[in-house]
């Protein structure tokens, strides 16, 4: 189901780019709209996201861009190396430049979680390329910085210094 023409894979591209932006950008609406008391609104944010979600996944398929679980990992790991050696250092270098103190902190945490990310794919891909799947019981995610450990959690993100008890826990 792979897209030959130029033109319309140029335009999916694009759809799938702007889809996936409207679906985390409505989560976060919703997140904002939770904490403000307005939680039907939220509702209808993650639900419209959810919508944004399915448009995107559609046509990344179309793009033949869905492969098997070791290809797909290696999709991941060759994301978040780009991010680690070359899109993050530039923007934080820059951000850095023109003395963004946020835009740098930002940077920064995305920068470090990614080299995590990174590394979990890896291990992941190479059970994977031999049928098994990864051990993991639970996988605790920082929300300030996106600090990733599985298992065990530092007592303190060792990125921004969040407490354990705050990290988000996924079962």
Known sequence: MAVQKDMTKKFLEEAFAGESMAHMKYLIFAEQAEKEGFPNIAKLFRAIAYAEFVHAKNHFIVLGKLGKTPENLQAGIEGETYEVEEMYPVFKNTAELQGEKEAVRSTHYALEAEKIHAELYAKAKEKAEKGEDIEIKK???????????????????????????KFVVFE
Do not use: F, N, S
């Open 139 to 165: 996988v605790y995610v920082c929300p300030v910085c996106g600090y990733t450990a599985v298992d065990e959690v530092p007592e303190r993100c060792p990125v921004c210094g969040l407490p354990k008890d």
